[in-house]
T-cell receptor, first 112, second 114 residues
Framework: EDKVVQSPLSLVVHEGDTVTLNCSYEVTNFRSLLWYKQEKKAPTFLFMLTSSGIEKKSGRLSSILDKKELFSILNITATQTGDSAVYLCAVARGSTLGRLYFGRGTQLTVWP | ETGVTQTPRHLVMGMTNKKSLKCEQHLGHNAMYWYKQSAKKPLELMFVYNFKEQTENNSVPSRFSPECPNSSHLFLHLHTLQPEDSALYLC?????????????FGAGTRLSVL
C-alpha cells in the first residue's frame, strides 16, 4: 500500500527559529514530490521535486529530495508568524493519471 | 487567488436535501479533481476528470455524483448525505492528468450535514 508520512504532525516555534519538516514515502513508480502550504482553506503550491540532491529554494523556504532514502525535507529559516500553516507533502506516481498521494500534514505555529 | 473558484464557501444541509458544489478554473487546465479533507486525515481523492472524461472514481459512495460539462467547470451533486460526510471539499485543476502534477486548489466548500 502506498503511503506518505509527515513528521512532526505539529510544531510550535518562535519567530526567527529555523524549522525542518520531514516527508517520507513508500510509493511505487515514483514520479515527483510536491510541497503545499495550507493557511485557511486553499493549499498553495510551494515546490515540486523530481531529482535527488537538487535543492529548490524560494526566499526563506528550501526543499530537497533523497530518492534513495525515500524522503524529502522542507526547511524554513528565520520563521515569521505568517509561516503559520499546515504544510502538506504529496507524491505523484508515474502510473496513475494525475493522482497525488498526500500525507496528513505538519501544523506549524510560529509565535511572535 | 489561485485561479480556481469554488462556490458556495459554506453549506449546511439536512440528510434529505439535494445540493450541488461548483468549481470553476480560469487557468486553461484540462484536468480537474474533487478532494475531501477531514480533520486529522490526509486529503482523500474522490474523482478525477481529464479532458471532461472521468478517469478515476476512488470508491466514492453514490450519494456523491460528479459532473464535468467542460474542462473549466466541475460540479459535485450531493443527495441523502450522512453526518460523517461533513468536511472541507476541495476542487483542484492541473495542466493535464499525466504531465501536470502541480495541482492548483480552490478555497473549498465547508460542508456540514445535520
Amino acid at each position: 500500500e502506498d503511503k506518505v508520512v509527515q513528521s512532526p504532525l505539529s510544531l510550535v516555534v518562535h519567530e526567527g527559529d529555523t524549522v525542518t519538516l520531514n516527508c517520507s514515502y513508500e510509493v511505487t513508480n515514483f514520479r515527483s514530490l510536491l510541497w503545499y502550504k495550507q493557511e485557511k482553506k486553499a493549499p498553495t503550491f510551494l515546490f515540486m521535486l523530481t531529482s535527488s540532491g537538487i535543492e529548490k529554494k524560494s526566499g526563506r523556504l528550501s526543499s530537497i529530495l533523497d530518492k534513495k532514502e525515500l524522503f524529502s525535507i522542507l526547511n524554513i529559516t528565520a520563521t515569521q508568524t505568517g509561516d503559520s500553516a499546515v504544510y502538506l507533502c504529496a507524491v505523484a506516481r508515474g502510473s496513475t493519471l494525475g493522482r497525488l498521494y498526500f500525507g496528513r500534514g505538519t501544523q506549524l505555529t510560529v509565535w511572535p | 487567488e489561485t485561479g480556481v473558484t469554488q462556490t458556495p464557501r459554506h453549506l449546511v444541509m439536512g440528510m434529505t436535501n439535494k445540493k450541488s458544489l461548483k468549481c470553476e478554473q480560469h487557468l486553461g487546465h484540462n484536468a480537474m479533481y474533487w478532494y475531501k479533507q477531514s480533520a486529522k486525515k490526509p486529503l482523500e481523492l474522490m474523482f478525477v476528470y481529464n479532458f471532461k472524461e472521468q478517469t478515476e472514481n476512488n470508491s466514492v459512495p453514490s450519494r456523491f455524483s460528479p459532473e464535468c460539462p467542460n474542462s473549466s467547470h466541475l460540479f459535485l451533486h450531493l443527495h441523502t448525505l450522512q453526518p460523517e460526510d461533513s468536511a472541507l471539499y476541495l476542487c483542484a485543476s492541473s495542466q493535464d492528468g499525466v504531465l501536470g502534477n502541480i495541482q492548483y486548489f480552490g478555497a473549498g466548500t465547508r460542508l456540514s450535514v445535520l
